[in-house]
């Protein structure tokens, strides 16, 4: 029988980092004078940071010039890097560790396909880095999701073809991106949302190991 991979999204999926995104966001759109609500906060759901400082401007009718617009770019990651730095073990998702460890101990390879540039240093911080064989980030990519360009990087570096991958992610961009991929996606979240998902479940309680096998 062939092999199988598991790849994880890192936002809503293994940690909430959404939060501290949109907090920094909304310190950008405050000092900038203007409110930034949480509803507008879902536009930028699995959407590049460039991007979504373009949308933010347009939300607060900006106009800026490139320099400014680079300046804020620098800005918002600095205050999200500053957010982050106080992340610990208590940040990670329910059952995430549960599903990991089951994984690790049946010696099943898994990788991390995330838009963050800080994936590495969040893993870090939270204590669940030596899970993962393969870490493929915002560093290593040049495509957003919807494009498959994350995910398949991930199963070219498992050694593993994309048909064996299955991939566990929280934004409808991530799921198109695994089944364009041609791999198994599992959504987390709303399914109402995710589905276009092989699989659906609200959160990772959900997530029994007899489903793991089925997997495997």
Same mark, same amino acid.
């Given at each position: 029988?062939?092999?199988?991979? +598991?790849? +994880?999204?890192?936002?809503?999926?293994?940690?909430?980092?959404?939060?501290?995104?949109?907090?920094?966001?909304?310190?950008?759109?405050?000092?900038?004078? +203007?409110?930034?609500?949480?509803?507008?906060?879902?536009?930028?759901?699995?959407?590049?940071?460039?991007r979504c400082l373009e949308i933010l401007?347009?939300?607060?009718?900006?106009?800026?010039?490139? @320099?400014? +617009?680079?300046?804020?770019?620098?800005?918002?990651?600095?205050?999200?890097?500053?957010?982050?730095?106080?992340?610990n073990a208590s940040e990670i998702l329910?059952?995430?560790?549960?599903?990991?460890?089951?994984?690790?101990?049946?010696?099943?390879?898994?990788?991390?396909?995330?838009?963050?540039?800080?994936?590495?240093?969040?893993?870090?911080?939270?204590?669940?880095?030596?899970?993962?064989?393969?870490?493929?980030?915002?560093?290593?990519?040049t495509k957003a999701k919807p494009d498959?360009?994350?995910?398949?990087?991930?199963?070219?570096?498992?050694?593993?073809?994309?048909?064996?991958?299955?991939?566990?992610?929280?934004?409808?961009?991530?799921?198109?991106?695994?089944?364009?991929?041609?791999?198994?996606?599992?959504?987390?979240?709303?399914?109402?949302?995710?589905?276009?998902?092989?699989?659906?479940?609200?959160?990772?309680?959900?997530?029994?190991? @007899?489903?793991?096998?089925?997997?495997?």
């Amino acid at each position: 029988m062939e092999r199988k991979g +598991f790849i +994880f999204d890192l936002d809503g999926v293994i940690v909430d980092t959404a939060k501290y995104h949109y907090l920094a966001w909304k310190k950008l759109a405050n000092e900038l004078g +203007f409110e930034f609500t949480l509803k507008q906060n879902e536009l930028f759901k699995g959407v590049s940071r460039k991007r979504c400082l373009e949308i933010l401007l347009e939300i607060g009718n900006i106009n800026a010039s490139q @320099e400014q +617009f680079d300046q804020w770019m620098v800005e918002k990651n600095e205050d999200y890097l500053h957010y982050i730095e106080k992340m610990n073990a208590s940040e990670i998702l329910p059952d995430v560790p549960k599903v990991l460890e089951f994984l690790k101990n049946r010696k099943l390879p898994i990788a991390l396909g995330s838009a963050s540039k800080n994936a590495k240093p969040i893993l870090e911080k939270v204590g669940l880095l030596s899970y993962f064989d393969v870490i493929v980030d915002g560093n290593n990519v040049t495509k957003a999701k919807p494009d498959p360009e994350v995910f398949l990087i991930a199963s070219s570096n498992l050694g593993v073809e994309p048909i064996n991958c299955v991939v566990f992610e929280d934004a409808v961009a991530g799921i198109q991106a695994a089944n364009t991929a041609g791999m198994v996606s599992v959504g987390i979240g709303d399914s109402k949302t995710l589905h276009e998902a092989n699989y659906n479940f609200r959160d990772f309680r959900e997530i029994s190991i @007899e489903f793991l096998n089925t997997l495997i």
